[in-house]
């Protein structure tokens, strides 16, 4: 099972990105699909998830809500994070992850089951 990030890059503030998290070899619409970021010095922080049919997002903390959405498309085996607004702030790694749709905390990275390698998003000012 494979979870390949993808979308991240340099912008500038104010700018949006969507970033991509497509999944080989899993059956996708069974997982809860995560989205969690590490800026430097900091603490891998939950940003937003979705449950497998798309009607349910679990949101993260006030730092991104309003500006991040989760989305999925299950017949492309693929998850999706829209960010709009984007800050200087908001740079860091960003990981996308799998995670029974049972699974108890999804706010939780170790409760997830897979997980993709990271794409970095950098956002000037």
């Known amino acids: 099972v494979q979870l390949q990030a993808s979308g991240g890059g340099l912008v500038q503030a104010g700018d949006s990105l969507r970033l991509s998290c497509a999944a080989s070899?899993?059956?996708?619409?069974?997982?809860?699909m995560g989205w969690f970021r590490q800026g430097r010095g900091n603490e891998r922080e939950f940003l937003s998830a979705?449950?497998?049919?798309?009607?349910?997002?679990?949101s993260s903390a006030d730092s991104v809500k309003g500006r991040f959405t989760s989305s999925r498309d299950n017949a492309k085996k693929t998850a999706y994070l829209q960010m709009n607004s984007l800050k200087p702030e908001d740079t860091a790694v960003y990981y996308c992850a799998a995670a029974w749709s049972q699974v108890r905390d999804v706010t939780d990275y170790g409760r997830y089951t897979y997980y993709g390698r990271g794409t970095l998003v950098t956002v000037s000012s």
């Open positions: 979705i449950d497998w049919s798309g009607a349910t997002t679990y």
């Open positions: 070899a899993l059956s996708f619409n069974s997982y809860i």
